[in-house]
């Protein structure tokens, strides 16, 4: 009996073990395949962005303004902006800056 | 009968039936003690795999931390607000090597329909040569198909990795460059040169591509006006440290690399080293605030014109300017005599002390290597005479900004830094007294926003501007010269500072045609009369608050 439970113990790790070892080795080409991909996608987005900011750049925002629209970019005053605070069923307005 | 016989002769032998199977033990313990050892082992093993199936279970990977062997790799450099501001990037670079070329003619003439704008001459020798030559760097993705679908064996192709800079020359001056071996050779790209090269986190700095951008425009026109051979300014929080804007003029284009040996590309915000005059006079009044000997209130009686210290003559650039005056007046009106005088009741070690505890007078560390040493001096009574109105004691425009952000901030220590630090710092080192920033933050309120002060121009309605300005003589080859160099500090809003805006000009000339507009009053000033501060440098920095003041509301 004593030998049956041994062995039967022993064959339970022994497939235990290789199940383990197969599922590890499975996640582990998961994980890899995953961060394979993320790579990839970063440089993608990295690269797009990197379009992004070169198109959406100051300077160039300002040519395509220039290239596109009639009206003329003009100055914001500060006294009429206002900052809106919710707090609870209240609306606040407040100015940005005091009138000096 | 033999064989009966033999049969007769039977013999019985005792049968013993005492046998009993003994196994060996010896043996059963010997398999016994193997199948334990196995089992240990496989137990040994099932505990191993077990505990890094639960490892992986439970580790985080962070992608972004592993570092890169890649050997050209350079990590990403970001603005605060995540725009890239420099990225390396794969390009192609494209040959030819003439010894492989079949028909020269041909791949000459389709060279000049791929490349139009090339000298064709140079590359015509080229071809009959026998050496390999670069037909194109960094080629588009369009003409490299043009040029392999040739398929002439001689063109040939090298996978490159190329440093790109989407803003151009915005940013010529804090980026640096970097060398063809991906070594960085200057700016931000040197300092962190071991970081951008082992990390693929990129550097996040504290710059705003927007303010920069607007600020560097400002300058441009200032050129325009003033004629002026560079410029500098620069955009800090007081509070922080943080600078969310550095703008040195001229600049360079980083995406046409060069090597650049003309001292006038230097960057004048950190490398700069200038005498800068009355800004220094803010410094004088704060110390004597903070050492005790005067009061804004404190009243100076009998100022003269003219003093004598020496072999050399100290006078007022304002001949109008009243005998009598308390030590907020002098510092409004900019009194040369009466900051003297200040000077003189703090005392040599008292106000050298002073200058050294907010980073004026020696060299700052800072996150790039391009920083100017301010020019070591020995003390003297002349000495404190002339430092205590700005004169003979030098400083870089960066350190300007720091003094004043220390004496702004309510005394607390600060480093300048072009690195975004998302840690607020809650302990604060103190440096100077409490209650000295606000006497200070008024005065300087009332420079700008009164008739008597010199700075009317920065007069922005709504962001409560204060400032001091310096227009001083530039050394030239160690002789003063009758070139300027103008300076204006603004700190706003004044009522709980935020900013500090260094603006400098070098060597502005007075403009004719330049209309200003007042902003205290109504109306306007054509011309420029007095090659000052107050008529240059005050008006470009009114200027860049009024069109980066929105941004800085809204955002910060």
């Not at chain 2, 931390?65 to 890239?84: A, Q």
């Not at chain 2, 920065?458 to 080859?477: C, P």
Request: proline share 2%.
């Amino acid at each position: 009996m004593k030998k049956l439970f041994s062995v039967s113990i022993l064959l339970l790790l022994i497939f235990s073990t290789t199940l383990i070892k197969k599922s590890t080795k499975i996640i582990d080409e998961e994980i890899f395949e995953i961060i394979e991909n993320i790579r990839i996608l970063e440089d993608k987005y990295e690269l797009v962005l990197l379009d992004y900011n070169f198109l959406s750049s100051p300077k160039k925002l300002i040519e395509y303004q220039e290239k596109y629209f009639d009206k003329k970019l003009t100055q914001i005053d500060i006294k009429k902006i206002k900052k809106i605070h919710f707090e609870k069923e209240m609306i606040i307005i407040e100015n940005f800056t005091n009138n000096d | 009968m033999t064989e009966i016989k033999k049969k007769n002769n039977l013999t019985l032998e005792d049968y013993e039936e005492n046998f009993l199977y003994e196994g060996n033990k010896n043996l059963i313990n010997i398999s016994f003690n193997r199948v334990a050892f196995i089992f240990f082992i496989f137990l040994a093993l099932a505990i191993i795999f077990s505990i890094k199936a639960t490892y992986f279970g439970f580790e985080k990977v962070d992608i972004e931390k592993k570092s890169t062997s890649k050997e050209n790799f350079r990590s990403s450099i970001v603005d605060r607000n995540g725009n890239i501001l420099a990225k390396t990037v794969n390009t192609i670079n494209v040959g030819i090597n003439p010894n492989l070329i079949i028909d020269k003619k041909k791949i000459l003439l389709n060279l000049k329909l791929i490349f139009p704008n090339k000298n064709f001459k140079s590359i015509e020798n080229k071809i009959y040569g026998k050496n390999f030559f670069y037909i194109e760097k960094q080629i588009s993705q369009e003409k490299l198909e043009r040029l392999m679908l040739l398929g002439d064996k001689s063109i040939i192709t090298e996978d490159r990795i190329s440093r790109i800079y989407p803003h151009g020359e915005l940013y010529s001056h804090i980026l640096g460059q970097i060398d063809d071996d991906n070594n960085g050779i200057s700016g931000i790209e040197k300092y962190f040169d071991y970081e951008l090269r082992s990390s693929k986190i990129p550097i996040k700095l504290s710059v705003d591509s927007d303010l920069q951008y607007l600020i560097r425009e400002e300058l441009i026109s200032a050129k325009e006006i003033f004629q002026n051979i560079g410029s500098t300014a620069i955009l800090m929080s007081v509070n922080t440290g943080e600078i969310l804007s550095m703008v040195s003029l001229p600049d360079f284009n980083l995406n046409k690399r060069k090597e650049i040996k003309d001292l006038k590309y230097i960057n004048r915000a950190t490398k700069g080293v200038y005498e800068l005059g009355s800004v220094f006079k803010t410094f004088t009044f704060a110390a004597g605030i903070n050492e005790g000997v005067i009061q804004p209130e404190t009243e100076f009686k009998g100022l003269k014109q003219r003093i004598r210290c020496g072999k050399n003559t100290i006078g007022e650039y304002d001949e109008k300017i009243p005998t009598d005056l308390t030590a907020e007046q002098i510092l409004i009106r900019s009194g040369n005599i009466g900051s003297v005088r200040i000077g003189q009741k703090i005392g040599i070690e008292k106000l050298k002390s002073f200058l050294e505890n907010i980073g004026i007078l020696n060299k700052l560390e800072f996150d790039i290597e391009e920083v100017g040493t301010p020019i070591k001096f020995k003390w003297g009574k002349c000495k404190l005479a002339t430092t205590s109105f700005g004169h003979g004691v030098t400083t870089t425009p960066l350190q300007l900004a720091k003094g004043y952000s220390i004496i702004s901030n309510g005394g607390f220590s600060i480093n300048p830094t072009l690195i975004k630090n998302d840690l607020i710092k809650k302990n604060k080192k103190r440096i100077l007294k409490k209650g000295v920033s606000e006497k200070v933050n008024l005065a300087l309120r009332k420079i700008v926003s009164t008739d008597q002060g010199t700075a009317e121009f920065a007069n922005i309605q709504g962001y409560e501007v204060g400032g001091k300005t310096g227009t001083a003589q530039k050394i030239i080859k160690g002789n003063y010269s009758k070139a300027k160099i103008n300076t204006f500090v603004a700190i706003f809003p004044t009522s709980k500072p935020k900013f500090v805006l260094v603006t400098l000009l070098d060597e502005p000339k007075i403009s004719k045609n330049y209309v200003y507009k007042y902003r205290n009053k109504k109306g306007t000033y054509k011309g420029t009369p007095f090659n000052t501060a107050g008529w240059t440098s005050v008006e470009i920095a009114g200027k860049i608050i009024e069109k980066i003041g929105p941004i800085l509301a809204t955002k910060y």
